[in-house]
């Protein structure tokens, strides 16, 4: 088999994941689905508002002209008339806008929720492979600040770009109907400014997808060296850790200050267009009313117009910048969400056979099994192996030997190259998850703990467990001495990754949810490495109750934990090189022999 090399240009190693064509639009249609009565409401509504609030320069050309001259023969119904159909267009505008805003907010917040529990869902759906080259700093950028921006642009910026395309659609018919000469020269105008947008937009997304992407550093930097404070106390790295962030962030800053320059950029050069079109439509429009050509009112209402039709341009640069900052948080998202994982869920899951009476655990079986990881070489050669149910495998060998490999291939987090892994005869690819999981479990050196109580870490793994359940888990284990002797007992909190409690003890509650979740098959990865000696003398008593009739492989480094085996396996570079009794093995000449008569040494 050929090795897999790592990619020179690895897309994991970058802020924007591939996605396949038109992937943000087809997100953001995907989003707004189901919404559609809604929108179609709101454009109603902003349709009339804009309607309302385009009348007032008509009524006040109309007041100038026809309504005032009557006045001086004493006439005041028009100016009445007029006075009140501008309060009535005012008031009903801010009706309208008020309903517009409030739809539009639940279209809005709507959507939101939806693209924040899309990325949870599909983030823990991904597999472990992903996790490990995409950091979760990352993630949490995808979840917060790029959805924090779209926010921003559903809050304020679509109901901008709305008017102000409403806006100038109406302020143009008008200014056509008012005087045609005077509405053409200002069309004129339109293409400079077609020309400063466009400008805006191209070299503002560059910015903006920089500054996001220096964001995203920002709060991965931060978020690796808060859950690693522990380190960075032990080796004294506040000071090089402070020097990196503030790299990052002056890079941020950076970025964001590009940003703010091209939008600086865009408002001066769109102002200047505008002024110059006024001040031109104005100087002749005067000219034509000394004529007489043109009714004063008129040239009035039209410079109104010219003034609410150029005054949206800085909103419509706020809107661009809104925009181009949230198509590249889109883009992000996108890109995250396209990602499918390579442990793929069954189209038609085949069920597992009935457990035995006679033993809970099942059958294994590596069956031709291959495995290399993207970036690197092969890591398991082919590897055939049998376990049969209810036997203890102890795994032991260098570390790169494959151990853990093994292990994450028995857990299903990665599936193999080529070959096959069996339980009970039934391929692990053509499990559901929910009995792959019910099937198989693993407790780690690490024994995660969640905030929340510790009855609740206990129930993980069969979440419909009663009270009694959990503590008859944890008595069985001999947790439920020091469980009791909490301040709280089995209701307290033992706080992120549940550092209430120590290492030992951690063990022993992930032990006690391993017990309660009652798989067929239990693989230990390294469980009592980082702990010590009366903590590894509880754990291993805690072991003998789970793997109790069990299928187990055990990943050691120890080998005191070697000695509950039914069998051990040596590997080196993949490949089994000893198999047999631990007794066998050590009573012989070969490798095991040599580690167990070290591991004798350093006791005495």
């Known amino acids: 088999m050929t090795t897999v090399a790592a990619p020179a240009d690895d897309p994991f190693a970058k802020d924007v994941l591939p996605a396949p064509k038109n992937a943000q639009l087809l997100l953001l249609r995907s989003l707004l689905h189901g919404h559609s009565r809604r929108i179609w409401i709101a454009a109603v509504l902003l349709l009339v508002q804009q309607a309302a609030v385009q009348a007032g320069p008509l009524?006040?050309?109309?007041?100038?002209?026809?309504?005032?001259?009557?006045?001086?023969?004493?006439?005041?119904?028009?100016?009445?008339?007029?006075?009140?159909?501008?309060?009535?267009?005012?008031?009903?505008?801010?009706?309208?806008?008020?309903?517009?805003?409030?739809?539009?907010?639940?279209?809005?917040?709507?959507?939101?929720?939806?693209?924040?529990?899309?990325?949870?869902?599909?983030?823990?759906?991904?597999?472990?492979?992903?996790?490990?080259?995409?950091?979760?700093?990352?993630?949490?950028?995808?979840?917060?600040?790029?959805?924090?921006?779209?926010?921003?642009?559903?809050?304020?910026?679509?109901?901008?770009?709305?008017?102000?395309?409403?806006?100038?659609?109406?302020?143009?018919?008008?200014?056509?109907?008012?005087?045609?000469?005077?509405?053409?020269?200002?069309?004129?105008?339109?293409?400079?400014?077609?020309?400063?947008?466009?400008v805006f937009q191209r070299r503002s997304m560059v910015a903006y997808r920089r500054r996001s992407t220096a964001i995203a550093a920002v709060i991965v930097k931060f978020t690796e060296t808060m859950n690693g404070i522990r380190p960075v106390k032990a080796f004294r790295r506040e000071e090089p850790n402070e020097t990196a962030f503030a790299e990052l962030n002056h890079r941020h800053e950076r970025a964001n200050g590009d940003a703010i320059l091209e939008m600086a950029r865009y408002v001066v050069g769109s102002r200047l267009i505008a002024n110059v079109t006024i001040a031109g439509i104005v100087l002749w429009g005067a000219y034509r009313v000394t004529d007489g050509a043109m009714a004063l009112g008129v040239l009035a209402a039209f410079v109104l117009y010219l003034r609410r039709l150029y005054d949206?341009?800085?909103?419509?640069?706020?809107?661009?910048?809104?925009?181009?900052?949230?198509?590249?948080?889109?883009?992000?998202?996108?890109?995250?969400?396209?990602?499918?994982?390579?442990?793929?869920?069954?189209?038609?899951?085949r069920p597992l056979p009935e457990r035995s009476t006679r033993t809970p655990g099942?059958?294994?079986?590596?069956?031709?099994?291959?495995?290399?990881?993207?970036?690197?070489?092969?890591?398991?050669?082919?590897?055939?192996?049998?376990?049969?149910?209810?036997?203890?495998?102890?795994?032991?060998?260098?570390t790169g030997a494959g151990k853990s490999t093994l292990a994450k291939l028995l857990a299903r987090f990665y599936d193999p190259t080529d070959g096959r892994v069996l339980l009970d005869g039934v391929e692990l690819r053509d499990l559901s998850r929910a009995d792959l999981r019910r099937g198989v479990v693993m407790v780690t050196q690490e024994a995660f703990l969640f905030s929340g109580t510790v009855a609740e870490n206990i129930a993980i793994g069969r979440p419909d467990a009663t009270r009694e359940q959990i503590e008859s888990a944890a008595r069985a284990i001999g947790a439920h001495e020091f469980i009791a002797a909490l301040p709280d007992g089995y209701d307290t909190d033992v706080r992120k990754r549940g550092g209430r409690i120590s290492a030992g003890q951690r063990q022993l509650v992930a032990f006690a949810r391993a017990l309660l979740a009652d798989p067929a098959v239990l693989i230990l990865d390294e469980a009592t490495s980082s702990l010590d000696v009366p903590g590894e003398r509880a754990v291993q008593h805690a072991m003998h109750t789970v793997l109790r009739g069990r299928t187990a492989m055990i990943i050691a480094h120890r080998l005191s934990t070697v000695e509950i085996a039914d069998r051990v396996l040596v590997m080196r570079d993949g490949r089994i090189v000893e198999d047999g009794a631990p007794g066998d093995l050590v009573a012989g000449d070969g490798h095991f022999a040599g580690l167990h008569r070290a591991w004798q040494d350093s006791l005495v």
């Open 362 to 398: 099942r059958d294994v079986v590596f069956d031709g099994a291959r495995f290399a990881y993207r970036t690197g070489g092969e890591v398991l050669p082919r590897f055939d192996l049998r376990l049969p149910a209810g036997q203890t495998v102890a795994v032991v060998g260098a």
């Open 312 to 349: 949206p341009i800085d909103r419509l640069g706020m809107f661009l910048n809104s925009y181009q900052s949230a198509a590249a948080s889109l883009e992000k998202i996108a890109g995250l969400l396209a990602q499918r994982p390579t442990v793929p869920e069954p189209d038609e899951p």
């Open 59 to 198: 009524l006040v050309a109309y007041a100038i002209d026809h309504a005032i001259p009557q006045v001086r023969h004493g006439r005041h119904g028009a100016l009445i008339a007029v006075a009140l159909g501008y309060l009535g267009c005012g008031l009903a505008a801010g009706v309208l806008q008020r309903s517009f805003i409030r739809v539009a907010a639940r279209v809005s917040q709507d959507v939101l929720v939806d693209l924040r529990g899309r990325i949870f869902r599909h983030a823990q759906s991904l597999s472990l492979d992903f996790h490990e080259r995409y950091t979760s700093g990352r993630l949490i950028a995808r979840a917060t600040s790029d959805v924090e921006t779209i926010r921003e642009l559903l809050a304020d910026g679509l109901e901008e770009l709305v008017g102000v395309v409403l806006s100038a659609v109406y302020i143009s018919a008008l200014l056509f109907f008012l005087d045609w000469r005077l509405a053409l020269a200002t069309l004129l105008s339109y293409l400079p400014l077609y020309a400063a947008i466009r």
